[in-house]
């Protein structure tokens, strides 16, 4: 299924503001064909720019970001369809602004499932970036979250997760039917000091490891 996106030839009313997101929309309208519509594909790329645009705080790489963010939220879609493997669990972490808690969460759990576990992360009211007192205490420990950028929570990606761990966001989650939500009491990085942060990260990390062992029945759960 090959994409062609101008209103002209199949998708009246949809234009980008870009031509690097068109060029996207044809690749990913070729990577994705005989899951999703050009249409669909097209939709998904115009909503996240968006989305994303109201809060980056660097405009440079958008487009970047955007290639990044679709392509998850893309294929979070498909699990959810069963059109894509779904070989290990799914964790969605969230807290309000994606550029504390739940990045934390993501990057320790990556390293701590080594890929048993596939994560994810959102924010109900991302921020601009990423913490920079969070950049650095994962730093001490060995992690680069240099790549990462805070992502608004979707339906897709909630959708996808076996387990949902909320951070501090309320009932901005929203609740679907056969999904394990769990709750982590933890403060906002963004309201302490550097050791305070450091403390935030430890517990994390004592958590994410609790729940990687229950998820891939390595280690007892503690509770």
Known sequence: MSGNFDGERGLPGLSFPDEALKRLAEELAVQYAGVFSPETVGRYILESYTGLMRTAKFKTYLVTLTARFV???????????????????????????????????????????????????????????ISEQVVTVMQEIGLDLGEQFPKPLTDDVVQAADVVVTMGCGDACPVYPGKRYIDWDLPDPSLLDLDGVRAVRDRIEQLVTELAGELTGSTPITE
Do not use: W, Y
């Open 71 to 129: 392509k998850e939220r893309l294929t979070a879609l498909a699990q959810t369809m069963d059109a894509a493997p779904k070989s290990v669990p799914e964790v969605l972490f969230v807290c309000v602004e994606n550029a504390g808690r739940s990045q934390m969460a993501m990057a320790l759990l990556n390293r701590v499932a080594n890929g048993a576990i596939h994560v994810r992360s959102a924010g109900s009211a991302p921020a601009g970036s």
